[in-house]
């Protein structure tokens, strides 16, 4: 089956600059990698996501890349804010995430005023 | 009102007891998806089932069922309770466009 390795597991930015968290994926067959943010207490909701025919996506201050060949992704927030921080999971699957997603284990995001 | 709303948001119970979690759903998707999470270990699937009469199992299925009583209502039970069950459960619905989160149910296993 899938397996999805998420790195860092903490990151720590000052705000204003960026931050870049990185997963690796190990099923060619993937072609679907949503990023989610969740905040503490609430549930997990969709920021953005790619699919495996296209390399890059952008919305407003949030990125994803996709590599195929080297099987990894990441997720890319530029001046970042104070309601930034939350925990980021990355996950992947096929089918376009019918047959369920498997999670990164998370990146636990701090925002230093 | 939530779109995918899960019950109870909390619950206690003991070991070796039955336990049903509830979600229901009003977009109006086919697929819907039980998730387990534990701190540190992101979210896995148990199952998730695409219609009433199809039901699969996920990557952490053992110890759980489910039963899709509608397309909008799909339940996930424990028949005996185990400390190790204790975490936070999500219910969650599909379609091309993305998955919907419910709020979450959390269990405690003691």
């Known amino acids: 089956g899938e397996n999805v390795e998420q790195h860092p597991s903490t990151l720590s930015v000052q705000e204003g600059d960026s931050a870049v968290i990185k997963c690796t994926y190990s099923d060619s067959a993937s072609n679907y990698f949503p990023w989610y943010k969740q905040e503490l207490g609430k549930r997990p909701q969709l920021i953005i996501d790619?699919?495996?025919?296209?390399g890059e996506k952008k919305d407003q201050r949030i990125a994803v890349t996709l590599n195929k060949t080297a099987k990894h992704f990441s997720l890319h927030i530029t001046e970042t804010q104070p309601e930034d921080s939350a925990v980021y999971f990355c996950a992947a699957s096929s089918r376009g995430g019918a047959d369920g997603l498997t999670f990164g284990k998370g990146t636990h995001l701090i925002i230093q005023p | 009102d939530a779109d995918v709303t899960q019950t109870p948001r909390n619950r206690i119970t003991k070991t070796g007891k039955r336990i049903m979690l509830e979600c229901s759903q009003t977009k109006g998707h086919d697929r819907m998806y039980w998730y387990r999470q534990d701190p540190g270990l992101g979210l896995r699937l148990i199952y998730y089932s695409f219609d009433v009469k199809d039901i699969n199992k996920g990557e952490i299925s053992d110890g759980y069922s489910v039963s899709r009583q509608a397309q909008a209502k799909f339940s996930l039970s424990l028949e005996s309770a185990i400390p190790n069950q204790t975490a936070l459960y999500f219910c969650a619905t599909h379609d091309f466009y993305g998955y919907t989160f419910g709020s979450g149910t959390r269990l405690t296993v003691v």
């Open positions: 790619i699919r495996s025919n296209v």
